[in-house]
C-alpha cells in the first residue's frame, strides 16, 4: 500500500509534465514533412479501422520533441520535491565497492562487497553513488541490488568490470537472473564509456539446448535485469557475453537506455541485446549490438517505446514479439524505430506472433532504416513457431494493426525481401508502405514480396511490393 502511494506520487507529475508537453507540441507542430499529416491520409484509415484516429500522426509528430525534455526531467529528479539544498553535492555520499572489501583482481568472489555497499547508498538519504572503480575487474554472483530505497538520487557507476561467476551451482535459487535491480526509483547506471559488465556466459551456451539439442531446454541468466524502477537512465556502458539476454527491462516506466555497446558471438543462443517487457515510455537510442539473437525485442505491455539511432548485427534483427504464446494475451502500442542500420542479420524489422494469442501489435513505424545483408529485411510473421513441435493452426491472433515502414533501403540475402505472413481470421490492418527500396545482395538476383492476408498502402516508390 505505502509502495503503491510512493509510485503514484513519483509518477503522477511526470504524467502532467508529459501531458502538457504533447498537448502544447499537438498545437505548434504539423510535421511538415509528414505527408500523413497533410493528406489526413491515417485520418481516414483511422476511421476505417476504428482507432483515435488524430492521436496518431499527432504522437508521431511530438515524438523528437518530447525526448529531450524527458531526458532532462529524469536527470533532474524534480518531481520529487527535492530542495536544492538536499539535493546538493555535500550530501551526496559517495561509495566504492572497495570501501567494503572488494579486491578486484578478477578471482575472488567479490559479491558481499557489492551487497554491503549497495545497503549503505540504497540506505543514504537524498542520493548517494556508488562506485565501481576502473581498471579492476570484480567477480560476482547473482545479486539483487533491491529498493525501495531512502535514497531518492542514486547513480552507480561501473567504470571496471563486473564479471558473473561461471559456476552454474551459483544461480541455483534462480537460474534466469545474474544483476538485478529491483523496485529502485531514481536511478541512473552509468559506465562512463569504460564500464563493462561480462556475463561470462560461454559454459551456459555451451549448454544449451539450442546448441545441443540432446539436452534440456533450460533458462539461462539475464545478465542486467531491470524490474519496476521508474526513473531510469543508463549510459555510456559496456555489457557483453550475456549468459542469455543482455539487457531486460521488466516493469519500469520513463527510462532512458543510451550509448550501450552489446556484443556476443553470432552462435550463443538466446542472446538478446535489449529485453523490453511490461515497460513504458523509454527511450533507447545510440547504442551498437551484435549478438546471437533479438537486437532489441519488445513484447507484451509495453507502451511508448522509441529506438534511435541503432546499430544492429549480427543477429535476429529488431523485433516487436514474440507474442501471444501459449494463447495468452498481448498489447504492443506506439513504437518507433527511427534510424537503424541493419547487417547480416536473419530479420531486419520484424512482428511476430504465435498462433492462438489475442491482443494487438498496434500504431508501430519504422523509419530511415539500412539493411544490408538481411534475409527478411521487413517482415510480419503471424505464425511464429519456436519449439520443437509444429504448432497447430488456431483461429485467434495477435492482431497486427497500423504499422508504417517508411524510407528503408539496401539488400536482401533472401529471395523474399517483404514478407507479410498475417492471420486469415486477423488480416494485417492499416498497413503502409512508403519508399521501399530493396535489393538483393547477390548481383543479377531479384527479390520478391510475399503478402498474405494484408491491408495494404504503397506511397512513393516500394519495391519489391505486394502487387
Ligand atoms: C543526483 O546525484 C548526482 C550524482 O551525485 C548529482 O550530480 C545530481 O546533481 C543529483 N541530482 C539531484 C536532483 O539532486
Ligand atoms: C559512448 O561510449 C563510448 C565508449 O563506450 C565513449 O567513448 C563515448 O564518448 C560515448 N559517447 C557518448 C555520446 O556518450
Ligand atoms: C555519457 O557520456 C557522455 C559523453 O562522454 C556524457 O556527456 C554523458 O554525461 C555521459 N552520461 C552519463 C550518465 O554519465
Ligand atoms: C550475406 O549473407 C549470407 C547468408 O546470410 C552469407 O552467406 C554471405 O556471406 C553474406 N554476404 C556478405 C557479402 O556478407
Not at 529506438?307 to 494475451?329: N, R, Y
Request: charged share 15%; glycine share 8%; net charge negative.
Amino acid at each position: 500500500m505505502a509502495e503503491q502511494r510512493h509510485i503514484d506520487h513519483v509518477v503522477f507529475p511526470i504524467i502532467s509534465i508529459i501531458f502538457i508537453s504533447l498537448v502544447s507540441c499537438y498545437l505548434c507542430l504539423p510535421d511538415q514533412g509528414s505527408p500523413y499529416y497533410n493528406n489526413n491520409y491515417l485520418d481516414q484509415e483511422g476511421g476505417a479501422y476504428g482507432f483515435d484516429s488524430p492521436a496518431y500522426p499527432s504522437y508521431f509528430s511530438t515524438i523528437e520533441d518530447d525526448k529531450f525534455k524527458l531526458r532532462a526531467q529524469i536527470l533532474s529528479f524534480e518531481k520529487l520535491g527535492l530542495t536544492s539544498s538536499s539535493s546538493s553535492s555535500a550530501t551526496v555520499t559517495t561509495v566504492s565497492v572497495d570501501d567494503f572489501g572488494g579486491l578486484g583482481d578478477g578471482r575472488s568472489d567479490d559479491t558481499q562487497a557489492f551487497m554491503k555497499a549497495w545497503k549503505q547508498v540504497c540506505n543514504s538519504f537524498p542520493g548517494a553513488v556508488m562506485v565501481v572503480p576502473e581498471e579492476k575487474t570484480y567477480r560476482v554472483k547473482p545479486i539483487r541490488f533491491s529498493g525501495p530505497c531512502k535514497a531518492n538520487n542514486l547513480t552507480v557507476q561501473i567504470y571496471g568490470t563486473i564479471e558473473a561467476s561461471d559456476d552454474r551451482k551459483d544461480y541455483k535459487k534462480d537460474s534466469s537472473l545474474w544483476l538485478v535491480f529491483d523496485n529502485v526509483d531514481n536511478l541512473m547506471v552509468q559506465g562512463g564509456g569504460i564500464g563493462t559488465i561480462n556475463g561470462n556466459g560461454n559454459i551456459w551456451w555451451q549448454n544449451s539446448c539450442k546448441i545441443h539439442k540432446s539436452l534440456p531446454c533450460k533458462h539461462a541468466p539475464t545478465a542486467l535485469t531491470f524490474h519496476q524502477n521508474n526513473n531510469l537512465i543508463v549510459e555510456n556502458l559496456t555489457i557483453q557475453d550475456a549468459q542469455q539476454m543482455h539487457v531486460s527491462f521488466q516493469k519500469c516506466t520513463y527510462v532512458w537506455a543510451s550509448n550501450l555497446t552489446i556484443t556476443a558471438p553470432q552462435y550463443s543462443p538466446n542472446t538478446d541485446g535489449i529485453h523490453v517487457t511490461d515497460t513504458k515510455h523509454i527511450y533507447i537510442t545510440s547504442s551498437t549490438i551484435r549478438t546471437g539473437d533479438d537486437c532489441i525485442s519488445i513484447v507484451s505491455g509495453s507502451q511508448n517505446v522509441q529506438v534511435e539511432d541503432i546499430t544492429c548485427g549480427p543477429g535476429h534483427g529488431i523485433s516487436i514479439g514474440s507474442l501471444g504464446a501459449g494463447k495468452s494475451k498481448a498489447t504492443v502500442s506506439g513504437v518507433l524505430v527511427n534510424g537503424a542500420k541493419l547487417s547480416g542479420t536473419t530479420n531486419g524489422v520484424r512482428i511476430k506472433t504465435w498462433q492462438g494469442g489475442s491482443g494487438y501489435a498496434s500504431n508501430i513505424k519504422f523509419q530511415n532504416i539500412e539493411m544490408s545483408n538481411v534475409t527478411y529485411p521487413i517482415i510480419v510473421d503471424q505464425s511464429y513457431c519456436d519449439q520443437d513441435k509444429p504448432c497447430k493452426e488456431q483461429s485467434s491472433a495477435v492482431q497486427v494493426k497500423n504499422v508504417v515502414y517508411q524510407n528503408i533501403k539496401g539488400t536482401s540475402s533472401s529471395k523474399v525481401a517483404v514478407k507479410f505472413d498475417c492471420s486469415k481470421n486477423y488480416p494485417c490492418q492499416g498497413v503502409i508502405l512508403q519508399n521501399i527500396n530493396l535489393e538483393a545482395e547477390a548481383s543479377g538476383e531479384s527479390v520478391e514480396a510475399s503478402c498474405n492476408n494484408v491491408q495494404e498502402t504503397q506511397i512513393g516508390v516500394v519495391t519489391p511490393s505486394c502487387t
